[in-house]
């Protein structure tokens, strides 16, 4: 399981997610980009920024939950500990 952080271009939004497949779950992001009815396609945010990986279903959703319980500083801080540059991660180039 992997909980996950997304942020769009001008990184003034994140959303946080959960999933078992990462590479599906960021295909279907991009994929409804223009989908103005959910968050991630109003708000643009595809870029993968942050993952972390879970041992089951119900830790990663305590951690999801924990995450978005949190401040945007101190959600900025655990992405720019984990990348500091904030560039998009690629899953099949990622050597973080």
Excluded: C
């Amino acid at each position: 399981m992997y909980v996950y952080i997304l942020t769009n271009q001008t990184q003034t939004v994140l959303y946080i997610g959960v999933t078992n497949d990462l590479t599906r779950r960021l295909y279907e992001h991009s994929s409804g980009r223009g989908d103005e009815g959910k968050f991630t396609g109003r708000y643009q945010t595809d870029l993968l920024v942050y993952f972390e990986i879970a041992p089951d279903a119900t830790q990663a959703i305590a951690r999801e939950k924990q995450l978005k319980g949190w401040t945007r500083r101190k959600k900025d801080a655990l992405v720019t500990a984990f990348n500091p540059t904030w560039q998009a991660i690629d899953l099949e180039t990622w050597e973080g």
